[in-house]
């Protein structure tokens, strides 16, 4: 089992659309949750970051946390063109465990249309 | 502008030769990181360095050196040892506090022929 499962997608979906991008993990040691936006042939953009469970927003974007299960959500609320990319989840522990960095997942594509 | 910048943004080379990517930030961050992305498999770590003059291998180093002896750099020397070279190289990094936001570069696309 991979420690951070994202599904690649692609997700198409209207513009106005609310959209909702998931990864679960499997280490419960993981405290601290980021989501990356990347377009093509860009590095990526730091989105979202939470450190709890629960919920925190920023405008149109909202990111989740359950810790219980394992499950950390982020939602696009009348999603645009504009946000067509692909949505990056990393997570990692409260120590730099061996140092290493971000554990990611793989992205999900969105295509938002007009 | 405080950020990191990578150069170039795109390189060609020939099979057989060495080639070095550049990662330069100014955002007095103390980690720095070097990721390799390829279509489908995320983003793999090859090399962190947490200070100057000391740096970890990643999960996938093989074919791959690094050096540290700034700050503010942290250069990245693909060799003619690593057998599928051609891929997005992303450098990040990131203070040593206890945030763990982490800041990526914009990248280097390079195609090894």
């Known amino acids: 089992q991979k420690e951070v499962e994202q599904d690649p997608g692609p997700l198409s979906v209207p513009e106005g659309a609310i959209v909702s991008l998931n990864c679960t993990y499997s280490n419960s040691a993981f405290q601290y949750f980021m989501w990356y936006r990347q377009y093509s042939r860009k590095g990526p953009e730091l989105l979202m970051y939470?450190?709890?469970?629960g919920n925190k927003e920023d405008g149109r974007f909202t990111a989740q946390v359950d810790k219980s299960s394992k499950y950390i959500s982020l939602f696009i609320r009348d999603s645009q063109p504009s946000d067509s990319a692909t949505y990056l989840c990393?997570?990692?522990?409260?120590?730099?465990?061996?140092?290493?960095?971000?554990?990611f997942g793989k992205g999900t594509t969105l295509s938002v249309s007009s | 502008d405080g950020g990191i910048t990578q150069s170039p943004k795109y390189l060609f080379r020939k099979e057989g030769q060495n080639v070095t990517l550049s990662c330069e930030q100014n955002?007095?961050?103390?980690?720095m990181y070097w990721y390799r992305q390829d279509p489908g498999q995320g983003l793999r770590l090859i090399y962190y360095s947490q200070i100057v003059n000391d740096f970890q291998k990643g999960d996938i180093a093989e074919g791959y050196s690094v050096s540290r002896e700034k700050k503010e750099s942290f250069p990245l020397t693909v060799t003619s040892a690593q057998k599928n070279p051609t891929a997005f190289y992303l450098c990040a990094s990131r203070t040593r506090d206890s945030s763990y936001e982490q800041y990526f570069g914009p990248g280097t696309r390079l195609t090894v022929t």
């Open positions: 990393a997570m990692t522990g409260p120590t730099d465990q061996a140092g290493t960095a971000l554990i």
């Open positions: 955002l007095n961050h103390d980690a």
């Open positions: 939470t450190y709890s469970s």
